[in-house]
C-alpha cells in the first residue's frame, strides 16, 4: 500500500477473452481518467490489420468486441494476433490467439 496521503498509481489495464477466441473476442480496458484511447490490432508481422478505437474515452471500464476481421471486413485467417493499446504515456500489448 502507497504511504498515507499518497494516491495509489492509476494504471491503464487491458485484457481479452475469450483467448483463443472464434469468432470473436471481447477487449475491456480501464482507464484511470478520460482520456484518449488508440486501440489497435496487428499481424505476427507488424502489419496493423484494424483500428478498434481512436477518439476520447470515458474514465472507467470500457470494452469492445473484434470480429476477427481486417479494415475491409475481410476475415483473418487463423493464428496470432497483438492488441495494442496507448493512451498518454502508457502503452500495453497483447497476444490473441484465433483459430478459425
Known sequence: APPAGVAPRAVFTSSAAPN????????????P????????????RGRR??????????AGPG???WDGADTEGRPL??????RVARTGSERQVGKMTLVR
Do not use: K, Q
Not at 26 to 31: F, H, L, P
Not at 77 to 82: D, K, P
Open 77 to 82: 485467417a487463423s493464428g496470432v494476433y497483438f
Open 49 to 58: 490489420v484494424r483500428t478498434l478505437v481512436d477518439g476520447e474515452v470515458a
Open 20 to 31: 483463443p477466441f472464434n469468432p470473436r473476442i471481447r477487449i475491456a480496458w480501464e482507464m
Open 33 to 44: 481518467r478520460a482520456g484518449r484511447l488508440v486501440l489497435e490490432v496487428y499481424d505476427v
Open 63 to 65: 470494452a469492445i468486441m
